[in-house]
């Protein structure tokens, strides 16, 4: 068993900040690469940044230089620090992780239950 939690989401105004966090715990053998999706009402799920084991990053055009993604050192964990907050930032931000459970042999995506961001005056 396995389960992503994400954490830190909220009504923030224009041009504030937020910091997500998740964790993964349970079964785990190896974590690859962890990353932040998201949803808005209406629209696709979107990459919104993503990171690998060695700390390699990737971001959407619409986060980049606003948005920073990390891990911690337990290497289970991922943050996004969302600066300078858009109203078209709204939406549900789901945590990703590509990951081996004990047992099996391949990398597998686990997801999140999702943190609502709200960017509103």
């Known amino acids: 068993q396995v389960q992503l939690v994400e954490s830190g989401g909220g009504l923030v105004q224009p041009g504030g900040s937020l910091r997500l966090s998740c964790a993964a715990s349970?079964?785990?053998?190896?974590?690859?690469?962890m990353g932040w999706y998201r949803q808005a009402p209406g629209k696709e799920r979107e990459l919104v940044a993503t990171?690998?084991?060695?700390?390699?990053?990737n971001y959407a055009d619409s986060v980049k230089g606003r948005f920073t993604i990390s891990r911690g050192n337990a290497k289970n964990t991922a943050y996004l620090q969302m600066n300078s907050l858009m109203p078209e930032d709204t939406a549900v931000y789901y945590c990703?992780?590509?990951?081996?459970?004990?047992?099996?042999?391949?990398?597998?995506?686990?997801w999140g239950r999702g943190t609502q961001v709200t960017v509103s005056s």
């Open positions: 990703n992780a590509d990951l081996v459970q004990f047992g099996y042999s391949q990398y597998r995506d686990y």
């Open positions: 349970g079964s785990i053998y190896t974590i690859n690469a």
């Open positions: 990171i690998t084991t060695s700390g390699g990053t």
